[in-house]
């Protein structure tokens, strides 16, 4: 209603608009379905494209993960509905079927090195156990030790080398185990010999009694390497094998050695599959034992100006 004041009376307006209102409602109503319609309609595509797509191809990804890789003949089912995904799964069937015959390659070459190689250093042995048996020239000795100690440390580099380029088995029944109080001093023992004719000496710390689940070679090696490494870098001085706490500590007495050079060296070690160029097969193995077992390497300053390796071995420690 609409009211104006004119003279000489009053001038009244009056619209009906239920026409307009209904019609509102009507279009109001209409909109809703649509609405209603349209979000069903992208709720059932959302829902088609799960069952079709996303659901299959979660299929697929989880049966990838739940492959085993060192089982043989594993493959992936082709029996889905979709063409797309049956080309995927057909592909990466093809590729596990190369990468089979690869590692059956792999396998076989590793045997044949391993047989190939023990052969060879077998003989070398022998034929320094019968060198030593007769009497030389005291100018030929040192050579004979040379050889010697050549032939154990590319034994022990074998060794390592072979177990671990092969998967660790969760399922063996046998673990085996090391006392590393007692394996340390026989260490000190057979890396004496590098000290000729060096101002230094190998000595023995603290030694906490310590059994770690893990074999004896591969303990052996990675602490001889930092063994060896120390004394090499040693002139004058000592060198200190000390255990407390699941730590096996190699520390020197500071001529010459970089800790920051060395921590960079197995830093790179560490993301190389292969040994870096130069750099030797020392670090790189102490690299993958760690990677193996779940150790800790660390090279720090001493107070001193020396340099100390420190090998936590604490994820291997079996507890009394």
Known sequence: MLVEDLPPGRLITQVDITALEQQQNRDAIVS???????????????????????????????????????????????????????????????????????????????????????????VISGAIDVLKQIPLPDASKPALTRIEHAVENLSETMVALLYLAREPDPGADAVEVTALDELLPRLVQDHEHLL???????????????????????????????????????????VEIALSQGIVSVADSGSGFDPVEAARRYRDNLRHAVPVRGQ?????????????????LAIETTAS???????DVNASVIAP
């Open 305 to 311: 100006g020396g340099t100390r390796a420190r090998l």
């Open 32 to 122: 809703g379905i649509w609405a209603v319609a349209l979000l069903a309609l992208i709720g059932g595509s959302i829902a088609w494209l799960h069952a079709n797509l996303v659901r299959p191809v979660r299929d697929l990804a989880e049966r990838m993960r739940s492959m085993d890789p060192g089982a043989i003949g594993g493959r992936l089912p082709t029996t889905y509905r979709h063409e797309e995904i049956q080309i995927i799964a057909q592909a990466s069937n093809a590729h596990l079927e190369r990468v089979e015959r690869f590692i059956e390659r792999e396998r076989s070459l590793l045997d044949q090195a391993s047989h190939e190689f023990r052969t060879p250093i077998a």
């Open 196 to 238: 000729r004719g060096k101002a230094a000496q190998l000595r023995l710390g603290e030694l906490e009694p310590t059994i770690v689940a893990a074999p004896d070679a591969m303990v052996r090696i990675a602490v001889s390497n930092l063994i060896r490494n120390a004394i090499e870098n040693t002139e004058a001085g000592y």
């Open 280 to 296: 030797g097969l020392g670090l790189f193995l102490i690299g993958r034992i760690c990677d193996r077992f779940g150790w800790k």
